[in-house]
């Protein structure tokens, strides 16, 4: 009854259904690694916002790197601005998903070092090759607080660095590759760039721009992002199981259909002899 089965038709779709399941449970346990990994990062998170602000020299370094247990904690700095040698920020978004720059604004500390300190984002102008007008920063020296974030690269963004911008445009946040930038403009504070970024919490810009960048437990394109991973490695897993189950039944019915046919054949009747 069940001959069929070695039919290359059969065989074609039986070794179909025997990849498709770990394939599907793989898939399953990639979705419930990224559920865990941004549960833990949410936590990370939350415990960092939630901290005291600490000198951001205590947490990097001139050359250094931002370890992970410090991303997003609150930082401040006392210094100023040096807005000679800001730069801005290719494609980033707002909060509404309208695409300009981020302002990007060296910040010279009182010892000489320089920490790099994103002030938010502003609109892109009608020229795409010109430096935008950028509202300047609280003059004179000030105390900055912010959120400390790692030096972005293509690896972990996604973002292509490319080459032959227009002068004082980047595509990507690195405090190496910048400090070379400025260097290279003749910035002499720029031989001593702290490790990393920050994110700009206060002073609050006066006019509301440049548009200040939204903490993840306010961005609502980071919020519940967690919670939709478990669903699907769930939805993987069941899929995982309904294979075998649609084969049983795809090979019952064949089954059936082929009984039928051969059931019919031997009911019909002889040919009448002349």
Request: hydrophobic share 40%; glycine share 8%; charged share 20%.
């Amino acid at each position: 009854m069940y001959r069929f089965l070695l039919s290359r038709q059969w065989v074609i779709l039986t070794l179909v259904a025997l990849l498709l399941i770990p394939t599907m449970i793989r898939l399953g346990f990639w979705q419930l690694h990224r559920h865990d990994h941004r549960q833990a990062l949410n936590k990370l998170i939350n415990e960092s916002l939630a901290a005291p602000p600490v000198p951001a020299e205590s947490l990097t370094s001139v050359g250094g790197t931002i370890r992970h247990e410090d991303l997003y904690r609150r930082v401040t700095a006392k210094g100023h601005f040096d807005t000679a040698h800001e730069l801005v920020v290719r494609r980033r978004t707002n909060a509404n998903g309208d695409v300009g720059y981020h302002v990007v604004t060296p910040f010279v500390l009182n010892d000489g070092r320089t920490l790099l300190v994103n002030r938010g984002w502003i609109d892109s102008p009608a020229s795409q090759t010109a430096f935008p007008d950028i509202p300047a920063p609280a003059q004179g020296e000030i105390t900055v607080t912010g959120r400390l974030m790692q030096d972005e690269t293509t690896a972990a963004s996604g973002i292509k660095n490319l080459k032959g911008l227009p002068d004082r445009q980047i595509m990507l946040i690195n405090s190496e590759q910048v400090g070379a930038l400025l260097r290279d403009a003749g910035d002499t504070s720029a031989k001593e760039m702290l490790g990393g970024y920050v994110e700009l919490v206060s002073p609050a810009p006066k006019g509301g721009s440049p548009e200040l960048i939204p903490s993840p437990k306010e961005d609502s394109s980071w919020i519940g992002l967690g919670d939709i991973n478990l669903p699907y490695a769930v939805q993987w897993w069941l899929f995982a199981a309904g294979v075998p189950l649609g084969w049983v039944i795809l090979v019952r019915r064949e089954a059936r259909e082929r009984a039928k046919a051969a059931q019919e054949t031997s009911e019909e009747p002889a040919p009448a002899t002349v």
